[in-house]
Nanobody
Framework: QVRLVESGGGSVQPGGAVRLSCAAS????????IGWFRQAPGKEREAVLC????????YYADSVKGRFTLSRDNPKNTVYLEMNTLKPEDTADYYC???????????????????WGQGTQVTVSS
């Protein structure tokens, strides 16, 4: 059974940093494409960052380029979303997602992924 569990959210001041974790079970995460999405209150879920199955291609939303990165810890079957220079507009629930199908050039759309975690909240406020 495929399962994703996010953690690491919390409150941070503007300009600060947070690392979110997405722990997988039921499959080997290093062979699968991963997407990070977020949903702010009253808004639709949007793409943040998506990486291809072979980790060679990464899509970044314009709003996070240069500030957010993704890394994999294969022995721990976990991926991380490193978020730096956080802004109040980064406040949202953050979700990781994956798909059983190969993704070489991620479009980073919601319908590209069928497995989702429960989300973790990040609040950026002074």
């Amino acid at each position: 059974q495929v399962r994703l569990v996010e953690s690491g959210g919390g409150s941070v001041q503007p300009g600060g940093a947070v690392r979110l974790s997405c722990a997988a079970s039921g499959f080997a995460l290093d062979e699968y494409a991963i997407g990070w999405f977020r949903q702010a209150p009253g808004k639709e879920r949007e793409a943040v960052l998506c990486i291809s199955s072979n980790s060679r291609n990464t899509y970044y939303a314009d709003s996070v380029k240069g500030r957010f990165t993704l890394s994999r810890d294969n022995p721990k079957n976990t991926v991380y979303l490193e978020m730096n220079t956080l802004k109040p507009e980064d406040t949202a629930d953050y979700y990781c997602a994956t798909t059983q199908f190969p993704v070489l050039n991620p479009k980073c759309t919601l319908d590209e992924y069928e497995y989702w975690g429960q989300g973790t909240q990040v609040t950026v406020s002074s």
